[in-house]
């Protein structure tokens, strides 16, 4: 799977967070806590923050290792992530790329569309510690598309995963990679997911979410240039203004018109 696209504005960012690691070692970030409401809608998440030496490569776990090397950056002047880091070594968090265009409902890009719940979540360092990924368990309770093998089921849990996430150095200092018009999910919410499966690392990459909070449905990601620039890099998703009852029967009708 090849998700790090040349066009994909990676960022470092340094920045004061705090929380708890959960007993499971998967710690959840401050904005995976909200609770959005009708006043209050969803923040944009650069994931959860985890612990360096939590999100350490383990060279010997075989599939860890074949995720890690996934995000390492060809370019060996980058330095790696530490103490030393600075905050505008790669860049700024809302350079949206120019042209930059995303399926609403990518269906034929997608190997499965599936509603689950986000249960828990870390990041992870590259294996070259250069980059960041975070990764979530994500429990299944409808699968819209999975025409092919792995074939998921009501109460499957899968890993998914997607570039960026956050790491808490020793010094308590936390760096940040991501793009601010790519949201993470949040650990405990309900979503609706375009999913693309990667058979040598046996985990699914995010194309598109939404998030399914009951009178309302928030889109993950901005479709274009235009849409993805934001004044702070901390925003409200963007609502789809219809009930998650009316998005859902939307896209099983738009799935139902492709096939």
Known sequence: MKNCSPHFAVVLMVVALSGQSSPQGLPQSPSSLQTPTSSSPPLFSAGPTTDYKAALPNPSDVLRFRRGERYNIPNSDS?????????????IWNLTPSHYRKDAMPFAASDAVAIGTVTAGQAYLSNDKRD??????????????????????????????????????????????????????????????????????????????????????????????????????????RPEGVDEHQFLARVRAAFLSQK
Not at 80 to 88: A, M, Q, T, W
């Open 79 to 91: 330095p790696e992530i530490g103490e030393n880091s600075k905050d505008d070594e790669l860049g």
């Open 132 to 237: 960041l990924y975070s990764e979530f368990k994500f429990s299944l309770t409808e699968a819209i598309k999975n025409p092919q093998p792995p074939y998921l089921r009501t109460g499957d849990a899968i890993d998914i995963q997607r570039k960026g996430g956050a790491v808490r150095l020793p010094s308590g200092k936390v760096l940040t990679r991501g793009a601010d018009w790519e949201s993470m999910p949040r650990i405990g919410t309900q979503y609706l997911l375009f999913l693309k499966y990667d058979a040598s690392t046996e985990d699914y990459s995010i194309l598109m979410g939404y998030e399914l909070a009951g009178n309302e449905v928030y889109r993950l990601d901005e479709l274009n240039e235009k849409d993805g620039h934001h004044a702070e890099i901390v925003h409200p998703l």
